[in-house]
């Protein structure tokens, strides 16, 4: 991709040079200024009422119906000129994007910056690619015939973001199916509505008509009235895999119903494998990085640490020393790593697993008295099939894995079904090698964190339970909205243009 249509503009990792702490001070300072710190949101409300609620989805799928032919018969360059605006007015609106995630989403500092940042980059970046691949080419071949192969939007997409990316996800989804000629009821996180309304806002701002993006605030009833329409033409979902699965199934169902794609993006147990030739300073400072930023709540976060056991008593107590550094507390403080968990069913389920695993603790924390502070904490484990299920917050369970078995470990890491990150730290090229042969991971960091995916340079999502794919931020994204058209037409004398003429003598 040549670099002057897209570059993200990042740093690190993240985009964010941490080490400017003026910037930080200057940004916290202005997030801060308009925030009741000492208070937590509480959850929005799911909206109307089940009947209206039908009704209203109903509605919203008629009016993007009726929008949508005009917004596909626009050039390409109109809707990528659209979302390049909006990139725009997203880097111009950043202090006010930030305060909200700061107060609605219990980010960091850091952490809101990189929300931005990430949503500009989808914007410009899914511009960049509908400019080079949605053209209509002529396709070679041996048939006599001119074949056109065109990439159309398929209808009405429903986009269903989390609340974990509230704006960069949840943008991220919409632009991509905007920009490929679809209308989108955008469906945010019942826990983010602010920053969506916002968000949407700003596109209506850059020029995309406000019956073609359609923003649909509720909570799972909204969703489910929505996947129920019939007319809808695909659906782009960031979320659980139960969730997934039961949207799968609704759309399915019914036997009149066209068969329309579900793009999903789910969870994940992701395991990070350290050997005894990694750097131990370095392990620490991604384990940290991987298992607690955010507060565990990225779905590409460390939940199982598997260490050779050589060098495991010694990673744990590096670990344990790491974490007394953590600062946990107020998300608005631009010194604050962890703040707290977005909301209390979150904090009661991560609660009571700490609570069960309490006699397997290997290190926890103290976190502030008020607000919905889950502790990080260390929780060891017998084996990798003791971690079953996803827990979306900062408790890492830790395991351990004698030498020469590798590839069983992986192995037994691919036998959750899910396969979303992994994470290997090791100074062996061969032992990188086997990881990668037989990870069944969408996304796989060696010697580095496992967070922190960069638009374009990192396409994102996972295989098997973590997902359908394809990868957000990745080459193949966009075409996934489009439907396919080839047109072959008989350019011969005696063939196909002569009836063309006489037929439009008639
Ligand atoms: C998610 O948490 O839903 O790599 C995805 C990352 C992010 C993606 C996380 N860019 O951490």
Redesign the pocket.
Known sequence: LPSDLFMPERRNSEGIDLNDKAELQRVAKVVASDLDTGKVPSPAKAGSPQLDLAADARRMVGQALAAQPAWDASQVEHRAACLDRLADLLEHERDALMRIAVQEARKTIPDALGEVR?AVDFCRYYAAQARLGLQPVELPGPTGERNILRMEGRGVWVCIA?W??PL??FLGQVAAALVTGNAVIAKPAPQTPEIAAYAVGLAHGAGIPEDVLILAPGGPEMGAALVEDSRIAGIAF?GSTATAKRIGRALLEDEERPIVPLIA?TGGINAMIVDSTALPEQVVVDVVTSAFRSAGQ????LRLLLLQEEIAERTIEMLEGAMDTLRIGDPADPATDVGPVIDRDAYDRLMGHRSECRSRWLKTLEVPDEGLFVPPTLIQVDRVEDVRKEWFGPLLHVATWKAGQLTETVDRVNRSGFGLTMGLHSRIARAAETVEQTANVG?LYVNRSM???VVGS?P?GGEGLSGTGPKAGGPHYLPRFCSERVTSTDTTSSGGNATLLSLADI
């Open positions: 990430e989390p974990n990316f960069a996800i960031t993006e990225r779905c590409s976060a996304n967070i922190g995916a990192q994102f």
